[in-house]
């Protein structure tokens, strides 16, 4: 016997409960997040992010795969392959490319295709919008910057050893991981939006970001370069800065010839106010 | 959820309106209440509807006045009012890169639906537009008219008391155009959601609309009710027959409807506009005489629009 559903689809009043402006920004972020990855898109969409997810996640893997293949007598020496304090500026251009390509896509077709008009007669506000899209664009990027390390530290607990130990050696390395990867995604999130927030179209917002992260870069090294006693110059490298900061939060000592890491960390906040402020510039208007 | 269209709570109160854009007042001390469940607002391009809609949202803060939304103040409970609200813009502003399903889910969420119930709600509300099978398509591959629905679906998917639609009718084809009103109408009279639509065209305005505001120039020109005034128009008729005239006045009477003769013609009424254009019809048969003329005797609703208008 073929057995079938009927399905009432009339339109029906709904008077259950309704979510409040929490739930409306979370579901901005889901959606925008997801949609930033190419979930919900067509495949050509869902390439980019996931290799480069995959890139960022290889030095890892690479490292765990081999403590996992080979004798325990080379696992102690594969432990200090990749230090923890490395891995921003192993992957940092990983990060960057990750960086060009979601963040634009948050931001460049709601501007395009005119559907803020519509978000903005939703409840959530200008403010709310912002918020949601600076979370949208911080979930993807953690993924890259906070998970890879996180992975890499629980394969070092799993592969030492004295697993306990190790844990007990290297607890303050779990704040320090979660710290850095959220400095890193926090500054290519806001720049990223801010400059995606200056015009509506995709290529533009990439080619922005692109120039603005590596011009002064190239232009920053050539002048420390050359220049005597310019070492500050290099604070010019806008795309060295995250690097710096992340790590600058390990007991690292610092290259005699690079800037301090106050310094580092004071371009990282002024970068970030700027584009914060960038963003609310962008974002204001005549609403309650 | 209030039942705005079946009680007396007025679906908008607005006291002293004036909102300027630079040197431009887009609303010049608008005033006026309505309680209709379907409410038309009519007037030029430039007129000023879609500030006023605009301003009902507290989208566009008044520089003086106030706007009442269901009885709530529109400058200070912006968030709530949109909540209870749906709004479809008079320019195409669905994302392309969507379908229409995950578009709609998204907006019921953002409008405090739960996401299981978004689920669901978005099946009810495409299929009331007709676009159930449609709706795993990207919207950029929709027709405009695809899209108008699209925009239309996501401003009732939250079950809204009042649905606010500015332009709902722009850029349709004429099949496009008839679709649409008839959901116009359709939400007022049948899933009892209360309408506030603008357009420039009258004819939209008069087929799904009880009430109308005529803006002129960001001012209310006029306020009106459809019904009563089509009625009114209706039940008086200016004819002209060929034949004895006299006779047919008298087969009129005879069968208890007023006619007078005029001038060139005779006015007719009756208690309405069926008894009185049914009597006309068979007093000219029975008679043998030819209807040469037979329209309204007054300024039709039409008219009394376009005087308002001009």
Known sequence: MIEGRVHDVRFHRYDGPRSGRLAALWSMTRWSALRALGAKRGWKAKIIPIALT??????????????????SSINDNLATVLPYSDYAGIVGLVILVFAVVVTP?????????????????????????????????????????????????????????????????????IPRIVAAGTAMALFFAFVGLAIASLTGRR???????????????????????????????????VAAVPIHVA?????????????????????????????ALVLVWRFRGDES | MVDVTASEQPLIE???????????TALDDVSTSVTSPALGLLGANGAGKSTFMKSMLGLVTPDSGQVRVLGMDAAHQAREIRRMLGYMPENM?????????????????????????AVLRASEVLFQVGLEEERSRLIRTFSIGMKQRTNLAQAIVHSPSLVILDEPTNGLDPAGREEM????????????????????????????????VVLRQGRVAATRTLADSSAASEREARVVVSGDTAAFVARLQAAGITATVRDDHVLVSGPDADTMLRAVRDAAADMDAGLRELRPAGPTLEDELIGDLS
Not at chain 2, 190 to 212: F, K, N, Q
Request: glycine share 8%.
């Open chain 1, 54 to 71: 995959l890139v960022a996640f290889f030095p890892v893997l690479i490292v765990l795969g081999l403590r996992a293949l080979f004798a």
């Open chain 1, 247 to 275: 790590e600058s939060l390990y007991p690292v000592t610092p290259d005699p010839g690079d800037p301090s890491n106050t310094a580092w960390v004071m371009s990282w906040l002024a970068l970030i106010a700027v584009s």
């Open chain 2, 181 to 212: 009103l008839a959901l116009v109408r359709r939400l007022s009279a049948e899933l009892g959601i209360a309408v506030i639509m603008s357009s420039h065209v009258l004819e939209d305005i008069v087929r799904t609309c009880d009430a109308v």
């Open chain 1, 203 to 237: 290529a533009f917002a990439i080619g922005g970001y692109l120039a603005f992260l590596i011009v002064p870069t190239i232009v920053g090294g050539i002048l420390s370069n050359n220049i005597e006693h310019g070492e500050n110059l290099r604070l010019i490298a």
């Open chain 2, 93 to 117: 502003c669905l994302p392309m890169g969507m379908t229409a399903r995950d578009f709609i889910v998204h907006m019921g969420e953002l409008r405090g639906l739960p996401r299981r119930v």
């Open chain 1, 105 to 173: 896509e948050l931001l460049c077709p709601d501007r395009r295709d005119g559907t803020l008009a519509l978000y903005f007669a939703t409840a959530i506000s200008r403010t709310d919008y912002v918020v949601g899209k600076v979370l949208a664009a911080l979930l993807p990027l953690m993924l890259v910057t906070v998970l890879p390390p996180a992975i890499l530290y629980a394969g070092n607990v799993l592969f030492a050893t004295h697993p306990l130990g190790y844990v007990q050696e290297h607890t303050h390395d």
């Open chain 2, 14 to 24: 607005a006291a002293g309106v004036t909102k300027r854009f630079g040197e431009v």
